[in-house]
């Protein structure tokens, strides 16, 4: 199989070629007064034109014509128009060999250049290494070589010695990222990582893909799967360091591999190249796994409270009649005691005669049903489905490290609090718990007394969501939940770019700054007010009056105005349409799609050209024009094309 190349045709010229461009042209190959000294000394139009491609080749792209494989016509035909030259004398230099030979070693000597020898290969595989430590593209590689060469003032290679070595620098830099990857692993760890291939008959496929088939709807069991998953992966026990030590991008672009290839594709690799990938791969799984779990606890919490919340509505919905049965019961107790208030007689006997007191005991259930209902809290609605929390929860908070600004966070001390009853075994819930609750959950927890475990625990849960949802509470090792400082540029990245914007150091330092100068223009301002000199502005009765700006525009302006506007002939703008049609021609740009055929009826074109560029429409220049009808006009817009405007438009895109 035919290797394939680093650089494409496109890459090869831009790096290796001429450009074409005459802003290109002019920016590398415009002669200085020593370049015209030297070029002036040759003799005869022949030479000095040659000897100009070669200086200017030599500065641009840095190599000798002999070297050149891309074609130079665009140069020769600029720099013979600079020094006033035929551009067909080069072909006769062209045939001169010797000449060509002497005309580049004088130059060489003359600028402190060298050509290059097998000497230059490490030096130049190296410069592509380091260039290759933080990617993989071709074309960012070959141009640190030729940085590199340029630096040491070396005549550049042929471009296929300098491609060579580009590749040999990047299997070089992809070689120093999986020994920086792999650093530190024991025979035991680089075991598991080979097995992660090796066909498994209790997961029926590798552990590599049953790491990464995980099932993403939220259920426990599935919350469960997730975490097994995550404790193979930790199990595995790469550092948590061990991505710091090579270059993000590779580290990416070794992680993409890892997700794109299967196991097969990835046991084809050399040694150190699958490992580096499973490396990769297990760091990225880590954080994945762990996003899924919290995703998923996240959607299992806010579900139990949502469907609480969905279960009162529909308990409410189904009740309305009792609703309106029991409030007109109500309205007639009230109006029995009224009555026995009125007439003074036993308010208990009125009740019984026009009520029914057997009726108002039977309802009472009801009624406290419906009281309970209308003060029911979502918090108790979501502890009644308490055995869906407990499939997962345990298991949640033993596998994941929560963490939070502060040591003593009460929400971590609540989740340290569950992790020990559920060690120990106990089920009771101290009254010192901690509860980082709002007071009405308060409340009802402790409502008996003693904390309620299923209340406490669902609160707990529902808390520490909403907390890793606002960056309170972080997990390490996780990209969606992590903490809100690993957003921010790392504190040794600072100095370098505050010092290229001009900015302080920290941002007390700029406030400061931009604070002392808020207080010295308000000061300015006050004393320029207290001594009148502000136009248009002043203090009154301790408040601030601006007089409205003026029109600025003088009467004289307007009047010269009215004047010129009285000189211009009025005209319709159809007439000026068909006058500039008439000068420019410009209606037989516009041709029919299909035919290519220009369009025969100048009216109707201009009158959509008219509609489309007002923005009027059709419709309304039909009815506003009795010459024009929507047909005719959608036929002359719809089934035109201005050729010339496209053209341009594709020029510039």
């Not at 308990?315 to 049965?325: D, E, F, K, M, S």
């Not at 957003?487 to 990245?493: D, F, V």
Request: hydrophobic content about 45%; charged content about 30%; aromatic content about 6%.
């Amino acid at each position: 199989m035919a290797r394939r190349p680093l650089l494409t045709d496109e890459e090869r010229r831009l790096l290796f070629g001429v450009p074409g461009d005459p802003d290109a042209l002019a920016r590398h190959y415009t002669f200085t007064r020593s370049d015209q000294d030297l070029v002036a000394g040759r003799r005869g139009d022949t030479n000095r034109l040659g000897f100009a491609v070669q200086l200017t080749l030599l500065s641009h792209p840095g190599m000798g014509l002999a070297q050149m494989e891309e074609p130079v016509e665009a140069l020769v035909e600029w720099l013979a128009a600079q020094l006033d030259i035929p551009a067909a004398a080069f072909s006769e230099y062209a045939g001169r060999p010797q000449t060509m030979t002497d005309h580049a070693l004088f130059l060489a000597r003359t600028l402190g250049l060298r050509p290059p020898n097998a000497t230059d290969l490490p030096f130049m595989i190296e410069a592509a290494a380091q260039s290759a430590w933080g990617t993989d593209r071709g074309q960012l590689i070959v141009a640190a070589v030729i940085a590199a060469l340029r630096g040491e003032k070396i005549i550049l290679p042929a471009p296929a010695v300098i491609e060579r070595t580009a590749i040999a620098g990047r299997a070089r830099a992809r070689k120093r990222t999986a020994d920086a990857l792999l650093a530190g692993l024991s025979p035991a760890q680089l075991t598991k990582l080979d097995r992660l291939l090796t066909p498994d008959p209790a997961l029926e496929a590798t552990p590599f893909a049953w790491l990464r088939n995980a099932s993403t709807s939220p259920k426990p069991d599935h919350v469960r799967a997730l975490l097994d998953r995550l404790r193979f992966v930790r199990d595995i026990g790469i550092p948590p360091d061990a991505a710091g030590r090579v270059h993000d991008d590779r580290l990416q672009q070794l992680t993409r591999e890892g997700r794109i290839s299967d196991a097969h594709q990835i046991g084809r690799y050399r040694a150190y190249r699958r490992r580096a990938i499973l490396v990769a791969s297990v760091l990225d799984l880590e954080t994945r796994l762990t996003d899924a779990v919290l995703d998923m606890a996240d959607k299992l919490i806010g579900g139990l409270f949502a469907r609480a919340r969905k279960a009162r509505e529909r308990r409410y919905v189904a009740g309305t009649r009792n609703v309106a049965r029991l409030m007109r019961l109500f309205h007639d107790t009230i109006e029995a005691l009224g009555t026995a208030r009125n007439s003074e007689r036993d308010a208990f006997i009125i009740i019984d005669e026009t009520v029914g007191w057997t009726k108002l005991l039977r309802v009472q259930g009801e009624v406290r049903e419906l009281a309970d209902l209308a003060g029911e809290d979502p918090l108790q609605g979501a502890a009644d489905r308490y055995l869906t929390l407990r499939k997962f929860a345990p298991e949640l908070i033993e596998a994941l490290e929560f963490k939070a600004a502060r040591s003593h966070d009460p929400t971590l001390s609540a989740i340290r609090l569950l992790r020990d009853l559920n060690r120990s075994g106990k089920r009771a819930v101290s009254a010192d718990a901690p509860m980082p609750f709002r007071k009405d959950w308060k409340r009802l927890i402790c409502e008996q007394g003693q904390p309620n475990r299923r209340l406490y625990e669902t609160a707990v849960f529902a808390t520490l969501r909403d907390r890793l949802r606002s960056g309170d509470v972080w997990v390490e090792r996780s990209s969606n939940y992590r903490r809100f400082d690993s957003y921010l540029l790392p504190m040794a990245a600072v100095p370098a770019i505050t010092a290229e914007l001009g900015l302080p150091e920290t941002a007390d330092k700029w406030l400061a700054a931009r604070g002392a100068e808020l207080d010295r223009r308000l000061k300015r301002f006050a004393r320029r007010l207290q001594r009148g000199e502000l136009e248009g502005v002043e203090l009154r009765d301790g408040r601030l009056h601006v007089t409205p700006v003026k029109a600025a525009t003088p009467p004289e302006a307007e009047a010269l105005a009215a004047r010129i506007d009285a000189m211009l002939p009025s005209v319709r703008i159809t007439e000026v349409l068909h006058e500039v049609n008439r000068t420019t021609g410009f209606c037989t740009a516009f041709t029919n799609l299909r035919t290519g055929e220009p369009c025969d009826n100048e009216n109707a074109l201009l009158a959509a050209i008219l509609a489309d560029a007002t923005n009027l429409g059709l419709t309304r220049m039909a009815a506003a024009s009795p010459d024009f009808s929507y047909r005719v006009g959608f036929r002359a817009s719809a089934r035109r094309r201005m050729v010339r405007r496209l053209k341009r438009i594709a020029v510039v895109d």
